[in-house]
């Protein structure tokens, strides 16, 4: 059975620093997979944030965290991050992450929430 827990959201001032944790069990992170960040904020669609394949490559990022959020990976605590800096009002949201094919990983697929196989629940990000 596949879990993704994510954990780290919390309500912050803009301008603020948040660090995300998404920890996976009954799946381990291989050099095969691509492991992303999702948010949804009310009333919107859920959007990509981050991307990249645990096998190593560049990371792929949304227009608007470019140059802000980072993605990495733990493979020995099987734990993916979400590093979220110079948070702004805009940032509010539920955020993800979500696991799936390698394939996933390319600028024109990353971002589409229907190609992932197993998601989490969610951990809120408020910036006030």
């Known amino acids: 059975h596949v879990q993704l827990v994510e954990s780290g959201g919390d309500s912050v001032q803009a301008g603020g620093s948040l660090r995300l944790s998404c920890v996976a069990s009954g799946y381990t992170f291989s050099s095969s997979d691509c492991m992303g960040w999702f948010r949804q904020a009310p009333g919107k669609e859920r959007e990509g944030v981050a991307a990249?394949?645990?096998?190593?490559?560049?990371?792929l990022y949304g227009d608007s965290v470019k140059g802000r959020f980072t993605i990495s990976q733990d493979n020995a605590k099987n734990t993916l991050y979400l590093q979220m800096n110079s948070l702004e009002p805009e940032d509010t949201a539920m955020y993800y992450c979500a696991a799936g094919p390698v394939w996933v990983c390319t600028d024109k697929n990353w971002s589409d929430r229907g190609l992932y196989s197993y998601w989490g629940q969610g951990t809120q990000v408020t910036v006030s």
């Open positions: 990249f394949k645990t096998g190593g490559g560049p990371a």
